[in-house]
């Protein structure tokens, strides 16, 4: 069975450091990998998407994610940190149906 | 493109009386459209998935006589939370896919809190 593990559920980074969020995903056969931002009462916006062809993947905002096969993971990344960015993230990964990864906080600290 | 709209927004209602969502693909056809279910600092809870003039799936666990589904069209899905009791309080999610999509990418509306008194 599918299973997405995001590590941290809480991450704190000053502005203008690098944000490294983690997430990792089980399965034998790589499914297609999102990652979406919930900002508070709201619904998902996907900042990016893993579904084949290069592994680096661009999303909004300046965010982009890696998907290592070998490691199973496909962490979501961003060089400089603006306080806009704090919000709740979350790994996905499936086909038709998604499995969520429990959601990541991101903190922005000034 | 690909806007998805909920409604309400939020909604209370008193124990043992039944509410209905309503979730809308804006500006496209969506022949799945699925609901989720979001606890306070928690992950989303696929409920259901729905298509257009079939019955809903639910996922186990999920009550299929408490969270009424219904995919009228290509356009519009509903879900009914009958008899709804204080731990049907949470936020309702629902996407949809579009039709004939290859990257299997949902899009979401912004959700529904529900808060049953």
């Known amino acids: 069975a599918q299973s997405v593990t995001q590590l941290g559920s809480h991450v704190s980074v000053s502005e203008g450091a690098l944000v490294l969020l983690r997430c990792n995903y089980s399965s034998s056969v790589p499914p297609y990998l999102f990652w979406y931002v919930q900002y508070p009462n709201q619904g998902l916006q996907l900042l990016l998407k893993y579904t084949t062809g290069a592994t680096l993947v661009k999303g909004i905002n300046g965010f982009e994610a890696e998907f290592k096969k070998s490691e199973t993971s496909f962490h979501l990344t961003k060089p400089s940190a603006h306080m806009s960015d704090a919000a709740e993230y979350f790994c996905a990964a499936g086909t038709y149906k998604y499995i969520f990864g429990t959601g990541t906080r991101l903190k922005v600290l000034a | 493109g690909a806007v998805v709209s909920q409604h309400p927004s939020r909604v209370i209602c008193k124990s043992g009386t039944s509410v209905k969502i309503e979730c809308r693909s804006l500006?496209?056809?969506?022949?799945?459209m699925f609901w989720y279910r979001q606890f306070p600092k928690k992950s989303l809870m696929l409920m259901a998935t729905?298509?257009?003039?079939?019955?809903?799936?639910?996922e186990q666990g999920v009550e299929k006589d408490k969270f009424l589904i219904n995919h009228a069209s290509l356009t519009l899905s509903t879900l009914t939370v009958t008899s709804a009791h204080p731990e049907d309080s949470s936020f309702y999610i629902c996407?949809?896919?579009?039709?004939?999509?290859?990257?299997?990418?949902?899009?979401f509306g912004p959700g529904t809190r529900l808060t049953v008194t």
């Open positions: 500006d496209f056809q969506a022949t799945t």
């Open positions: 729905s298509n257009e003039g079939s019955k809903a799936t639910y």
């Open positions: 996407s949809a896919e579009t039709s004939g999509g290859s990257s299997y990418e949902q899009y």
